[in-house]
């Protein structure tokens, strides 16, 4: 049986439920999330913190059917919480979430043929498929669609299943080819090093989208690597460079005649809780460190064991994408890369896109929300 008291010297209300657990619920936490506070439709609140006083206080608790009723010092008010719903809500614990995935890290001794991989028409048509591939894609930050169509806009098809396309400025989606004046080192037949894509934006763009429309040319075969496993074994290995490479904020710049865009970010970034949230890691677009003199060689030590990292069998996996088949990666957490091609030998075509994490994570939890 769910009991309830009140716990006046803590101003909060104890529940201990009938599994054992108990939580703490601090009185002003209780009026703030009162559920008549809130829009029925739109689930959004309405209610005012700042009408209320700080020290409001409860008069009665009592534990009615499945709800918890609340009298309150205020004049007229009653608050009827569900007791699931306080129990999912617990502070220090809050709400699971379905697309809270704990990313599951690999190095260069992953076998590419043991990637997440499903066939677009599957992905196309069932949800469950696709949530599923979702997930996976998450915790590994790498995966392979196959059977696209041989269609330019295959690959935006199937991007849009997931969410909206984030546009850049190199326009919704990009064609990936040797070019005649291009304004990208991917739009030449040169290799491209391991590399996070716009690193020079505010927010460079989550999940990458490339859809390989040929690659008949010699050379040009892909590479990849878990960013966060190789940040992971750096703070074990050197912990002095990992400290300098996630504290030190250095500068990106992209520019070409329409465009300068530019961000400074620490290579290594950790999110509020101290986890990792990403890498910016581009030597290409690095502009010109602005550190002081003095701290300079110390950080390009730093640096440059990053970069050795990411030139290393350890870390590095290497496949070859064929016409047909779609990489999806966390460009925030996946470094890629590609080895040098001829275009006199055939034609490389890749066309790509981005969708942010916020869609992807929404798309995981509308579709588990379907599955309660
Ligand atoms: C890119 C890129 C990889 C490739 O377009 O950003 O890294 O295989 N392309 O051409
Ligand atoms: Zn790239």
């Known amino acids: 049986m769910t009991t309830v008291s009140l716990r006046g010297e803590d101003r909060a209300l104890h529940v201990a439920w009938p599994d054992g657990t108990s939580a703490e619920f601090p009185y002003l936490w209780l009026r703030d999330n009162c559920p008549s506070g809130f829009h029925p439709q739109t689930q959004e609140r309405l209610f005012d913190l700042t009408g209320i006083p700080l020290d409001i206080s409860i008069l009665t608790a009592a534990v009615n059917d499945n709800q918890i009723v609340l009298t309150w010092d205020e004049i007229d008010h009653v608050?009827?919480?569900?007791?699931?719903?306080?129990?999912?809500?617990?502070?220090?614990?809050?709400?699971?979430?379905p697309a809270s995935i704990a990313p599951s890290l690999w190095r260069g001794d992953l076998p590419p043929g043991e990637l997440p991989r499903a066939t677009s028409a599957r992905l196309m048509s069932s949800d469950d498929a696709l949530l599923e591939f979702l997930i996976e894609t998450k915790k590994t930050g790498l995966a392979i669609v196959d059977g696209m169509a041989d269609d330019k806009d295959a690959g935006m098809t199937m991007a849009r299943r997931i969410g909206f396309l984030r546009e850049t400025n190199f326009g919704t989606t990009f064609e990936v080819m040797s070019k005649p004046n291009p304004n990208n080192?991917?739009?030449?037949?040169?290799?491209?090093?391991?590399?996070?894509?716009?690193?020079?934006?505010?927010?460079?763009?989550?999940?990458?989208?490339?859809?390989?429309?040929?690659?008949?040319?010699?050379?040009?075969?892909?590479?990849?690597?878990?960013?966060?496993?190789?940040?992971?074994?750096?703070?074990?290995?050197?912990?002095?460079?990992?400290?300098?490479?996630?504290?030190?904020?250095?500068?990106?710049?992209?520019?070409?005649?329409?465009?300068?865009?530019?961000?400074?970010?620490?290579?290594?970034?950790?999110?509020?809780?101290?986890?990792?949230?990403?890498?910016?890691?581009?030597?290409?677009?690095?502009?010109?460190?602005?550190?002081?003199?003095?701290?300079?060689?110390?950080?390009?030590?730093?640096?440059?064991?990053i970069m050795q990292m990411t030139r290393s069998d350890t870390y590095v996996m290497t496949t070859r994408l064929a016409g047909g088949e779609?990489?999806?990666?966390?460009?925030?957490?996946?470094?890629?890369?590609?080895?040098?091609?001829?275009?006199?030998?055939?034609?490389?075509?890749?066309?790509?896109?981005?969708?942010?994490?916020?869609?992807?994570?929404?798309?995981?939890?509308?579709?588990?929300r379907k599955k309660v």
């Open 79 to 97: 608050s009827r919480f569900d007791v699931d719903w306080l129990f999912s809500h617990r502070p220090g614990v809050g709400l699971a979430d």
């Open 185 to 305: 080192l991917a739009y030449t037949s040169h290799a491209l090093p391991l590399h996070t894509d716009l690193s020079n934006q505010e927010l460079p763009p989550g999940f990458q989208f490339l859809h390989c429309l040929a690659n008949k040319a010699q050379g040009g075969s892909s590479t990849f690597c878990d960013g966060f496993a190789i940040a992971a074994d750096l703070e074990n290995q050197d912990p002095e460079a990992f400290a300098l490479l996630s504290k030190t904020p250095v500068p990106f710049r992209f520019q070409d005649e329409d465009h300068d865009i530019r961000r400074h970010h620490t290579v290594i970034d950790l999110d509020a809780f101290g986890e990792l949230q990403e890498l910016h890691f581009n030597a290409h677009l690095a502009g010109i460190f602005d550190l002081p003199a003095g701290k300079m060689e110390a950080y390009y030590r730093a640096y440059r064991k």
């Open 326 to 368: 779609m990489v999806i990666f966390d460009n925030r957490r996946v470094l890629h890369g590609r080895a040098a091609f001829d275009p006199n030998t055939g034609f490389r075509h890749l066309r790509g896109c981005y969708v942010d994490r916020g869609e992807f994570d929404s798309r995981i939890r509308v579709l588990s």
